[in-house]
Every structure is written in structure tokens, then in C-alpha cells.
């Protein structure tokens, strides 16, 4: 998704705090009894919110400012989405709104019937107007006029309707012939699976009629919505020249009717929002009734409330769980799986990057990339930042879960911590050290492997601990790399292409969530177009590759194409340098029950209707 790695690095907690947080606390006949919460007495489960997070977003189609987990938590408390996409990243027809998908018209146009035992809490059903809806008014918002821009803009081919993204691939109709019958007809032939997932995925069906009547438009089919009309509602959800747009307002009228397991109840402004189960709803009913989600100002004031009891999860701090060594008396610590994403640092390949020094052009060589890949300790990183607590990830998605949309053992050998094996590979290469730096010609010109790494001012006392010593690690094999604490958002600021000065040469708040792309191609990160490639990377195989995962086929050749796009990229490092996917620990009260399988790691969410709450 396009800036995704922007939103990545700030939904982090989220995964841990709010989605590990559900592994499974079954009963244990043989604890000691543990007095009961007041919460657990009042049927409601208490999430906390790590510092100063906010619920800011709750319509169905979430702007690009605010497509987070956060959001999308809580959102699909309220939304079920057309197509559910499951921890082994397939699709569950049975969780979804769609009952099945028919591909025809040589692999370009796509037909859903939907299941319709499902309706809106209103007791209306939920027809395929209701998914036209969404998808009109998503496909509309990605034009640069737009009033506010969708966050999953760019991806599964979603652009303005008639018009192609940078994949060559857009939407050119959408219909809903029935109540129960929708359909999406593509420019150009694609693959399926690729398509189900990342543009069907990606849908939540609105109840048109009750969005249209708030919004002051006609009540009329979404495939006969006018510009002007569309425009109108889009002000509506979260228009930011509107001062009385809905999107954070959880309390206006259409968000009244969902067909997800819970209805918004109230909030408290920065100090809690809460949620309480749908009584109309037609899948598995929630037996929690409340769901509270508690904000806090720092992590001092969300610890203290798990040492009071106060919470049913919540996260557990490095420093606390030094102090604590194991878990919080009352808890139990929490370690599930890291979330489906990818982080990493950025290069700039521009030839102007640093404004012009030739880091650029040296960041061009896969020698030095690879080098700098060999310095970097993935172990160290996961104590240091983790607490202990990660994976080791040397490609573009994470190893776990074990999908079966590629072939992770055909992954190459990954480039393993090694600064002498880095500093030979550059002396092979042509570099030299000079006063302890490594310098080369190119181009007739002499660069250094010396930059500067700048991260977010509100950094942790860990980043720059694992930073320094990045720098020593990477001082072994003759690249002076120097921390500087800066404004994180400046790098980006100047990136408007390859034949243009950038300041920066490296950044280190890379990542890539992979929501809505649940079929986890390069196109929106590494392709010359793509919005996420910060660096100018480019690498006509890489292009040949990527488009090869778009191309249609069968269930094996799709899995063949997607496992050579990541053995390669893994083995090229595209602009990037691979860091580990870390899991936040969590405490869990004994309480609350589930199960791990309610955490879904490929979309970062969690699904409370299936928790319970009673004796440990």
C-alpha cells in the first residue's frame, strides 16, 4: 500500500497489544484461585492502548492517514468483510460475506454471490448494492482530487474507475445485477488468486441507503451515483475541508447499522472507547458483552494499571519485563506469532542522493547492499529491541505462518550476520579501506561508504542503543554509518524521483504491513512506479518478475511466480536491508479466554466475538 511503511512503524503495538494479547489462556485446575476482576465480573473485556494511540477512524473505507491497525481493529468490529481472509492467508467462505466467486471472461471479470443469511443490524439484508456501494465510492477515492484518499489505494487494482495504476491493472466496471450478485471486471487478464485477495479482499459492504439518506443524497443504486453525488459522500465520510465529516465520529447516525459482532457504544475522549456485541448478528455471537479499549498517556500509567489488575491485556515494556522477569503477578506473558509484515531499512540508489556525495551510486551495487546486509546483527537486534522476542527475516515476507501460496523452502540462504565476510565481499569488489573507510571511483568520482542514518525523535532509549552498535558492526567492515536523531518524516519529503537532489541516504523507519495486499507481490514496495519505493529502486528482472505474479494461471503457476519474486528479491535486497519481525510481549489476564487462532497474523487483528471470559 502506498506510504505503508509511514503507518507500519506506528501500528506495531497494535499487533501485540491488541492481537497476541488472545493466545489461549485456557483453565489450569491447578492455580491457585485468583479474586476476581471487576471487569470479569461485568462481562467486559479491557484492552489497553499503547501511549497516546487513538481511535480516529471508523468508516469501513479507512483513509490513508489513519490505515492502521488500530483502526482496522476496531474497525472490523463493526464491518464484516466481503471475502475473510484467514492466518494461512486463504479464504474462508464461511466468515465471509461472499459465498463463493466465479472467474470467467478469460480471468478478468469476477462474479460474487453472497450469502444471504447475513444482515445489517437494522434487520436489512445485506445485498451486493451494499458491496457496490463500497466499492464505488473506494475506487472514486483514489483520484487525486478526491476528498480524502483510501489508504489501499494502488493495490488489487484499485484506482479511479476506467483508469490503470502503476501495475498496468484497474478496474473497469462494477455492476450488481441482483440482490445478491456483484461483480468487477478488470482491464487486463489476472491472476485469481491474487485478485480475490487484494481487491475482494480488501471490501467491506456499507449499507448504502442508510450512508446515502445521512449524507443528504438520493437513494439511488452506487453503480448510478453521480460525480457530484459521490463527491458528496465522500465530504461526508472524511472530507478534510469538512469540519463535520464522520470519520472519527463514531456516534453519527450510519455507523448505527453494521453487520459485524459489535455496535459502538460510547467513548470518552482520550480515555476509552467502547463497544458492546451485536444482538442481531449472524455469525458466532459474542459472549463478552463490552469491549472497552483504554487509552493512556504513557507506558508507566498502562503498567500500573496491569499491576492493579485494572486491564484484561495489555502490553508488557522492555523495562518492565526486566523488572518483572516473567509476567506481572495476576498475568500470564504472552509471546505469539510476529505479525505478517516486512521491516527493513531504506536505501536511496538516487545518483543525488546525500545531495549528490555518490552514496547513491554505491548503494547501487549489490556488493555493497549485501555487505551492509552481512553487518547487520539480527540476534542483537531481537534482545535489544525485542526483548528477546522476534524472528530473523532475510526477504520480503516473514516464514511464519506457513502459507501455501508459496514455497518458503525455496527460499535462498540468507545473508547471516558475518562483518568479515562483508568486508571481504567489498574488497573483492574494488573498494579499499582508507583511515578506516571504504572508498572506491565510480564514474571517475571517489565515494566513501560513510552516510548518515537518521530516526524518529521519539525513538527509543533501545533504537539508539541497537543503532550504535550498528555502527560498530558495520566500522568492521569499513562503512562509517553515523545515527542522527532528526524529524523522521523529512527524508520523504524530497523524494520526487531519481534525477532529483535528495538530502538523505538512508532511512531507518522502513516497513511494509501487508493489509490490504494480502497476496504479498512487490508491486506497490519495489517496482520502478511503485509508492512505497523510496529509493529509486530498479531492476528489470525484479519488473519482469513482479509482473509474472500479476499474470493469470493455474493454483501451481501462480505459486511458482510468487516463489521466484521472493527468492530473488530476498537475494537482491531491492533498496533495502532486512530486520527482524519482532513480537511485543503481552500480558493476559487468566480470565479472559481464547485461543491463538483468533489472533490472525496475515491481517493483524483479532476477533473478540470468539473470547469468553471466567475462572482460570
Known amino acids: 500500500m502506498g506510504q505503508n511503511w509511514r503507518r507500519l512503524t506506528s501500528s506495531v503495538l497494535i499487533v ?77 467462505f464461511r466468515r465471509s460475506i461472499a459465498q463463493s466467486v466465479v472467474v470467467s471472461n478469460n480471468s478478468q471479470t469476477f462474479t460474487v454471490t453472497l450469502n444471504p443469511k447475513w444482515t445489517w443490524s437494522n434487520g436489512s439484508p445485506v445485498t ?108 461526508y465520510m472524511g472530507g478534510s475541508m469538512n469540519p463535520n465529516n464522520v470519520m472519527d465520529n463514531p456516534t453519527a447516525a450510519p455507523f448505527a447499522v453494521v453487520d459485524g459482532p459489535y455496535l459502538f457504544k460510547t467513548l470518552v475522549p482520550n480515555d476509552y472507547w467502547e463497544f458492546t456485541a451485536n444482538p442481531n448478528y449472524d455469525g458466532h455471537m459474542p459472549a463478552i458483552k463490552t469491549l472497552v479499549y483504554q487509552y ?19 502490553y508488557l515494556t522492555a523495562t518492565s519485563l526486566a523488572k518483572h522477569q516473567t509476567s506481572i503477578a495476576g498475568y ?21 542522493a546525500a545531495s549528490g556525495n555518490g552514496i547513491g551510486l554505491a548503494f547501487q551495487e549489490l556488493a555493497v547492499r549485501q555487505a551492509l546486509q552481512l553487518g547487520i546483527d539480527q540476534a542483537a537486534y531481537i534482545h535489544i529491541m525485542g526483548a528477546g522476542y522476534g524472528v530473523q527475516q532475510y526477504g520480503p ?22 562483518p568479515a565476510r562483508g568486508k571481504a565481499l567489498l574488497l573483492a569488489n574494488g573498494w579499499s579501506e582508507q583511515n578506516g573507510v571504504m572508498t572506491k571511483s565510480i564514474d571517475g568520482k571517489p565515494v566513501s561508504l560513510a552516510f548518515t542514518l ?52 538512508a532511512s531507518y523507519d522502513g516497513g511494509w504491513w501487508y493489509q490490504p495486499n494480502y497476496y504479498p507481490t512487490g508491486g506497490p514496495i519495489f517496482t520502478a512506479a511503485g509508492a512505497a519505493n523510496l529509493g529509486d529502486f530498479t531492476d528489470p528482472t525484479l519488473q519482469r518478475l513482479i509482473s509474472a505474479t500479476y499474470a493469470p494461471g493455474s493454483a501451481a503457476q ?25 513480537t511485543t510481549p503481552t500480558e493476559v489476564s487468566p480470565w479472559l479466554h481464547g485461543s491463538i487462532a483468533n489472533y490472525n497474523q496475515v491481517e493483524a487483528v483479532n476477533f473478540p466475538n470468539y473470547w469468553t471470559i471466567g475462572p482460570p
Open 332 to 352: 500470564r506473558l504472552r509471546t505469539g506469532p510476529p505479525p505478517f509484515c516486512t521491516f527493513y531499512i531504506n536505501l536511496n540508489l538516487n545518483p543525488l
Open 128 to 235: 451486493a448494492n451494499d458491496v457496490a456501494f463500497a466499492a464505488v465510492l473506494e475506487a472514486a477515492s483514489c483520484a487525486t482530487n478526491a476528498p480524502y484518499n483510501y489508504g489501499g489505494c494502488g493495490v488489487g487494482g484499485v484506482n479511479p474507475l476506467r483508469t490503470v495504476g502503476p501495475d498496468g491493472i484497474g478496474w473497469s466496471s462494477v455492476k450488481a445485477p441482483s440482490a445478491t450478485t456483484f461483480s468487477i471486471t478488470v482491464t487486463r487478464p489476472v491472476n485469481a488468486i491474487w485478485f480475490e485477495h487484494n481487491a475482494l479482499g480488501q471490501l467491506l459492504p456499507m449499507p448504502a441507503s442508510v450512508w446515502e439518506t445521512a449524507a443528504g443524497v438520493p437513494v439511488t443504486p452506487a453503480t448510478s451515483l453521480t460525480a457530484a453525488e459521490i463527491k458528496t459522500l465522500l465530504n
Open 454 to 505: 537518521p530516526y524518529g525523535l521519539g525513538a527509543s532509549h533501545a533504537t539508539t542503543k541497537f543503532l550504535n552498535l550498528l555502527s560498530q558492526d558495520w566500522a568492521q567492515e569499513g562503512i562509517k554509518m553515523t545515527p542522527s536523531r532528526v524529524d523522521p518524516m523529512f527524508a520523504f519529503n524530497d523524494q520526487q524521483g531519481p534525477l532529483v537532489t535528495a538530502t538523505w541516504a
Open 16 to 92: 501485540s497489544s491488541l492481537g497476541l494479547a488472545l493466545v489461549s489462556c485456557g483453565a489450569n485446575p491447578g492455580a491457585p484461585p485468583h479474586p476476581v476482576p471487576m471487569w470479569a465480573s461485568a462481562n467486559r473485556a479491557i484492552i489497553a492502548l499503547p501511549p497516546f494511540v487513538t481511535l480516529n477512524a471508523f468508516v469501513p473505507i479507512l483513509p490513508l492517514i489513519a490505515y492502521n491497525s488500530y483502526n482496522s481493529q476496531t474497525n472490523l468490529l463493526m464491518y464484516k468483510p466481503l471475502v475473510f481472509i484467514t492466518n494461512t492467508d486463504a479464504i474462508d
Open 397 to 418: 515476507i516473514p516464514l511464519t505462518p506457513a502459507l501455501s501460496i508459496y514455497n518458503a523452502k525455496a527460499m535462498p540462504a540468507p545473508l547471516t550476520y558475518n
Open 296 to 314: 493512556y498517556t504513557s507506558s508507566s500509567t498502562e503498567q500500573t494499571a496491569l499491576e492493579r489488575g485494572q486491564v484484561s491485556s495489555g
Open 558 to 582: 501462480a505459486r511458482a511466480s510468487l516463489t521466484a519474486y521472493l527468492a530473488y528479491t530476498a537475494r537482491i535486497l531491492p533498496g533495502v536491508l532486512w530486520l527482524p519481525d519482532l
